[in-house]
């Protein structure tokens, strides 16, 4: 177990001060403790923000030399390359969560008390059969044997093995639960609606100055 990242450290970082809780500006590379994930992270404003997107390749963790490459470019776009094969590629603000979303779940919604996010329910209706559990769900295996070779002072008292009882299959034995039926009230998984967040400050661009080349 072990990680094979790399991390771009800022300036004036003090080599016998550094260990894993160091600041770094970017972070890149496999890591096999973590589930086989390919790390992408970017030091944005002192937080630490994780690449959105997953690569479809999974980590080879066998003894062959694997080249991982990162690509950022200046026009914020980024390449991740894999034995020199692109496996992902997009735009690092869509896929580096670094500015604030433009719209944001509604911290004031509430779920309706009524909303049913169970698909299936117990039926009401089902009642436990009247001969359920007459019978023990299991059984002694009145086929078993006691092996010749069985040592009752060595071995301890021979017992038969335990069986499932037949006879349930058809009156049913032990715990017994009404069948499952679809829910008519379901509604799926409730999300809270989106609305418009008041931190949001569009997509970043460079100021624009005077060109001083420009000649009219």
């Not at 991390?7 to 496999?30: A, Q, R, T």
């Not at 032990?174 to 931190?199: H, S």
Request: proline share 8%.
């Amino acid at each position: 177990c072990g990680g094979l990242y790399f991390k771009i450290l800022p300036k004036g970082f003090l080599p016998d001060k550094f260990n894993g809780e160091s600041e770094y500006k970017v972070m890149f590379g496999p890591d096999i403790c973590g589930g086989n994930k390919l790390h992408f992270i970017i030091n944005y404003k002192g937080k630490n923000v994780q690449w959105k997107k997953e690569t479809s390749t999974s980590i080879d963790t066998s003894a062959k030399t694997t080249f991982y490459t990162l690509i950022l470019r200046k026009d914020l776009t980024y390449s991740i390359k894999l034995d020199d094969k692109e496996v992902s590629t997009g735009k690092i603000t869509d896929d580096v969560e670094l500015l604030a979303p433009k719209k944001i779940a509604d911290p004031k919604a509430v779920k309706p008390d009524d909303w049913a996010e169970e698909k299936m329910m117990k039926d009401v209706n089902d009642k436990k059969p009247e001969d359920w559990d007459k019978e023990p769900a299991t059984i002694t295996d009145p086929k078993a044997v006691k092996p010749e070779d069985w040592d009752d002072e060595e071995d301890g008292m021979w017992e038969a093995p335990v069986i499932e009882n037949v006879a349930c299959k058809k009156i049913g034995c032990g715990e017994w639960k009404p069948r499952m039926i679809a829910n008519p009230k379901y509604k799926g998984k409730w999300v809270a609606p989106k609305i418009a967040n008041p931190e949001y400050k569009g997509e970043w661009s460079p100021k624009q100055i005077e060109n001083p080349n420009y000649y009219e």
